[in-house]
Nanobody, 121 residues
């Protein structure tokens, strides 16, 4: 089995910063795409940022220039540095990781349990 444990969420004032982490553990042969998604109350889950195994990244327009996604492949940890936070960034943030448990099976996407980020005005 594969576990994703997120941390780093909390309450912050507008303009502040937070750093989210997502640690992957368990039966993992290889990790491909890693990403952060968020879901605000009453809204659909949306992509925030993704990072491919080669280090290339992609961001939602709403967070470009403010958020930075990174990964530590050796430790199997995904990060999201969030700066200049706005009240509209308030949401539950989820990590998503594409994992291959052995070389003989297909890639499977796993989700973390979510971490709450609240930005006050």
């Amino acid at each position: 089995q594969v576990q994703l444990v997120e941390s780093g969420g909390g309450l912050v004032q507008a303009g502040g910063s937070l750093r989210l982490s997502c640690a992957a553990s368990g039966s993992i042969f290889s990790i491909n795409t890693m990403g952060w998604y968020r879901q605000a109350p009453g809204k659909q889950r949306e992509l925030v940022a993704i990072i491919i195994s080669d280090g290339s990244t992609n961001y939602a327009d709403s967070v470009k220039g403010r958020f930075t996604i990174s990964r530590d492949n050796a430790k199997k940890i995904l990060y999201l540095q969030m700066n200049s936070l706005k009240p509209e960034d308030t949401a539950v943030y989820y990590c998503n990781v594409a994992v291959r448990r052995t070389i003989y099976v297909p890639w499977i996407n796993y989700w973390g349990q979510g971490t709450q980020v609240t930005v006050s005005s």
